[in-house]
């Protein structure tokens, strides 16, 4: 329904049968219902779409982590989430459209000057956990003891994400992450990262070899 805020002989703002009102410097416009293009999509077109949804669908379940991951790898006119897409949208997708999928070792969440978990490793021992360590140095030269562990596991058979944000302080040096019981069996691909304690700061994710947990 559109809405006459400045009388009878103002504009109107919103829908109104097959118009649209709004007021756009200083002017009030109105302009048609854009139609549905009848035009079939060429294949550029879909394989496009595709390989923006392969991206988008996977990066908006870790929207939280890449606010603070990417929170210093941004242009001014440029959200987190949005570097994080154009970022993985040219280096991580893999594939013949419209059938794309993500090179999992070459996408990140996290871009950032903090150190990484130096020399991290993983292993699984125990049905459905994932232990992890790392060594205790700063390979950028930028961080603390008091960094935060930060992990991400993903189940592409199950097409499911276990994170956890601040698990233990950098110096803790090795962390055991419980895993939903239907993860055991199954290949799964892992990324971790830091975080500063205050969260001002963050360094690059790092991708780990897929392991198959007990």
């Known amino acids: 329904m559109g809405i006459q805020h400045w009388g009878a002989f103002g504009g109107f703002q919103n829908k109104t049968g097959a118009l649209v009102g709004h ?8 302009t048609a219902i854009p139609h549905p293009s009848q035009t079939p999509a060429t294949t550029a077109q879909i394989n496009q779409r595709a390989k923006f949804k392969t991206v988008v669908s996977f990066l908006s379940r870790l929207t939280g982590l890449i606010r603070i991951g990417f929170q210093n790898a941004h242009g001014a006119k440029q959200s987190a989430f949005n570097a994080a897409f154009v970022y993985n949208y040219q280096n ?4 013949v459209g419209p059938d794309f999928t993500l090179d999992y070792a070459k996408f990140v969440y996290s871009k950032g000057n903090l150190s990484s978990p130096y020399a991290a490793e993983f292993l699984t021992d125990v049905p459905a956990k994932i232990k992890f360590s790392w060594l205790d140095y700063l390979g950028t030269g930028i961080g603390a ?11 592409p058979v199950l097409d499911q994400f276990v994170t956890l944000a601040n698990a233990v302080p950098r110096s803790a040096l ?6 939903p019981p239907p993860f055991s069996g199954k290949v799964v691909n892992a990324w971790v990262s830091m975080v500063s304690a205050d969260g001002k700061l963050a360094s690059n994710s790092i991708s780990l070899p897929d392991i198959t947990v007990l």
Not at 92 to 95: F, N, P, Q, W
Not at 174 to 179: F, I, K, V
């Open 174 to 179: 090795t962390y055991t992450l419980q895993l």
């Open 23 to 30: 007021y756009t410097n200083g002017q009030n416009v109105i």
């Open 145 to 155: 003891q008091t960094d935060m562990f930060t992990v991400v596991v993903y189940c």
């Open 92 to 95: 991580a997708v893999i594939g």
